[in-house]
């Protein structure tokens, strides 16, 4: 693999190689067949398969429930929800059956499907189409929950998520569909494990999907600072390790979500850090998050998401404390 392509390209790709190697994968949801899907992720796959990519109705409880009824059945389903907002009326099917089905039937039946949408704001849409809803699929047993943060995690995750044997939420960050490239590597990417994107001695930042690329360009601005970056990639599993490695070495942690304050991811890993690294902090473990109000329409939406300020701010005092 030597092109560079986009976050929509490497999923595409995922899928396409995925469903060449696995005659039991299939995709199914609103408009992924002719018209490759609102983003075109399923762009050229219904030209191929035409009997194994399927548009459904506008219904995102009948878009679950059948895939949770394809995988308990021994398919492979690869459902998509068109926008993050959408994915709400689902959450019945994901809570009360996908998470459950292992458990209720004592392991004699699985759910190897994977539910994807589009997450996120950054791209001026309407009202419910720029929600951060992974703290919901986290807290549910049973649910994998997986956020690729650049091409390469897209490619490889997502073919990790649709080879497991149980359900995985696949949070796509569309802010940065298009905007970065780079060439997808030869070496697979494991559920559970986090990338530690540059080394550092005195602050750790942790961070997911979209808030990387932030992350990255607020790092820019605190040259005097050795910060160590962590791209968790996955939700749950949660690579646990990587974490408490790097935050007992730098006794400083800050952690950035895109989603609402209260009881998002990040007050889950301040928690952990807590219980794993107490006697190694050197300063409280902070956060940069959203706001706890509905997302902005686009006028103020930018006002909304932590941007390379916040972060570089709350690193200096981190750093400082």
């Not at 494990?193 to 990387?212: K, N, R």
């Not at 600072?225 to 690579?239: C, G």
């Amino acid at each position: 693999m030597t092109e560079a392509i986009n976050i929509v390209g490497a999923l595409n790709k995922a899928l396409h190689d995925e469903m060449e190697k696995d005659n039991l994968v299939i995709v199914l949801g609103e408009d992924v067949g002719k018209d490759g899907g609102v983003f075109r992720v399923t762009e050229g796959l219904f030209e191929k398969w035409p009997d194994r990519v399927i548009d459904t109705p506008l219904a995102e409880t009948g878009i679950a429930g059948v895939s949770i009824g394809l995988a308990a059945g021994g398919m492979k389903p690869v459902a998509e929800i068109q926008f993050d907002g959408f994915m709400h009326s689902a959450l019945d099917q994901m809570i009360s059956h996908a998470g459950r089905i292992r458990n209720r039937s004592r392991g004699r039946f699985t759910c190897p499907m994977v539910l994807r949408a589009p997450y996120g704001g950054g791209i001026k849409a309407l009202e419910h189409h720029s929600d951060s809803p992974e703290a919901y699929y986290v807290h549910t047993p049973g649910l994998k929950v997986v956020v690729p943060a650049t091409p390469n995690d897209a490619y490889w995750l997502l073919r990790a998520s649709i080879q497991d044997p149980d359900p995985v939420v696949f949070l796509e960050p569309k802010r940065v569909y298009r905007a970065i490239k780079e060439e997808i590597s030869d070496r697979p990417i494991k559920l559970g494990e986090a990338q530690i994107i540059q080394s550092g001695d005195d602050v750790t930042v942790i961070s997911w999907g979209a808030m990387v690329r932030t992350c990255t360009r607020a790092i820019e601005k605190t040259k005097d600072i050795s910060v160590e970056l962590i791209n968790l990639r996955t939700l749950k599993p949660l690579d646990i390790d990587a974490i408490t490695n790097s935050v007992k070495k730098t006794g400083r942690c800050v952690i950035v979500q895109e989603a609402p304050r209260t009881c998002g991811f990040a007050s889950e890993l301040i928690a952990l850090i807590n219980e794993k690294a107490f006697l190694n902090l050197e300063a409280p473990p902070m956060r940069v998050t959203g706001y706890d109000t509905v997302i902005p329409l686009a006028k103020m939406e930018a006002e909304y998401f932590p941007d390379e300020n916040r972060v570089a701010r709350m690193i200096e005092k981190a750093a400082r404390f």
